[in-house]
């Protein structure tokens, strides 16, 4: 089974942190996601990489950066938190963009931004 | 205009119902499309892929119309544990559109 891990499930941090967002997978996936899921908006894509070292915005990265130092590893980074960052943060990785690809979700980080 | 539109429900039937859900998405040049479904507190997991030929698995059904943009799932003999939200997936070019999701209560 792929298995996609987020670091925490539950973080609270305090406006104008620094704020890191762990996710690996463990099936040698080449690509992987980072959504935030926000109630009546849906799932909206905030980066994705396709690679190691590689990296593109999403629809709206404007506040986050990411890091893909390793295949395994995709890290989210709110370089300055602030109170409307606060929602549930969802990683997926998958094997290839097409018919067939199919993306597994972590379970999720639900962060809060005080 | 978003991607993707859903009506966000909740649809509320009981055991043994019949429901449908539709999706509409803008991108005509949109290349595949999926069916996720999502429980109350947990991450997205993947229902079904969608085929321009129509494709069913069970007792759910997924039929694509291109010319009208829009997706369908079907639930037949619904279940207790089909309760959840449903979100309708689609890929541009290697991004995946997500709807904000319908919500399907199955009551006893």
């Known amino acids: 089974d792929v298995k996609v891990t987020q670091s925490s499930r539950y973080l609270v941090k305090r406006t104008g942190e620094k704020v890191f967002l762990e996710c690996v997978q463990d099936m040698d996936h080449e690509n992987m996601f980072w959504y935030r899921q926000d109630p009546g908006l849906g799932l909206r894509l905030i980066y994705f990489s396709y690679d190691v070292k590689m990296k593109e915005k999403g629809d709206i990265p404007e506040g986050y950066s990411v890091s893909r130092e390793k295949k395994e590893r995709f890290s989210l980074i709110l370089e300055s938190a602030s109170t409307n960052q606060t929602s549930m943060y969802l990683c997926a990785s998958s094997v290839l963009a097409g018919d067939t690809d199919t993306q597994y979700f972590g379970p999720g980080t639900r962060l809060t931004v005080l | 205009r978003k991607e993707v539109e859903q009506d966000p429900g909740p649809f509320n039937v009981p055991e043994g119902a019949t429901v449908a859900f539709n999706c509409t998405y803008s991108?005509?040049?949109?290349?595949?499309f999926f069916w996720y479904r999502q429980d109350c507190r947990k991450e997205p997991k993947l229902l079904m892929s969608v085929y321009s030929s129509g494709n069913e698995d069970g007792r759910f059904t997924a039929q694509l119309n291109r010319a009208s943009q829009y997706i369908s799932l079907l639930i037949r003999d619904s279940k207790l544990s089909d309760s959840a939200t449903y979100l309708c997936?689609?890929?541009?070019?290697?991004?995946?559109?997500f709807g904000s999701g319908t919500k399907l209560n199955v009551k006893p």
């Open positions: 997936v689609v890929n541009n070019f290697n991004k995946f559109y």
């Open positions: 991108n005509s040049a949109s290349q595949s």
